[in-house]
């Protein structure tokens, strides 16, 4: 992986890693990145989950609901 590209700083002190990069290291919206000062330049690597992703997907997506009790029995809604 050899691509090598310049930008610009703005007032903000933002930049904005080229797209060819992003798309080889799978950055996105939202993605994180860390910040290494090493000698005179600064080493930006992106930063893996904390958590690995469930291979189901469970607890991915989230909800306005409140939980359901673990102790819940779904019959006792039939019970007259």
């Known amino acids: 992986m050899d691509v090598s590209s310049t930008c ?12 060819a990069l992003r798309q080889q290291l799978g950055l996105g919206r939202g993605s994180r990145v860390s910040f290494q000062l090493v000698g005179d330049h600064i080493e930006v690597r992106p930063c893996k989950p904390q958590q690995p992703m ?22 006792s809604l039939l019970r007259p």
Not at 8 to 19: A, E, F, M
Not at 62 to 74: E, L, T
């Open 8 to 19: 610009s700083i703005t007032s903000k002190g933002q930049v904005t890693i080229p797209k």
């Open 54 to 75: 469930s291979a189901s997907g469970f607890g991915l997506l989230k909800s306005q609901r409140p939980p359901v009790p673990v102790d819940f029995d779904p019959a």
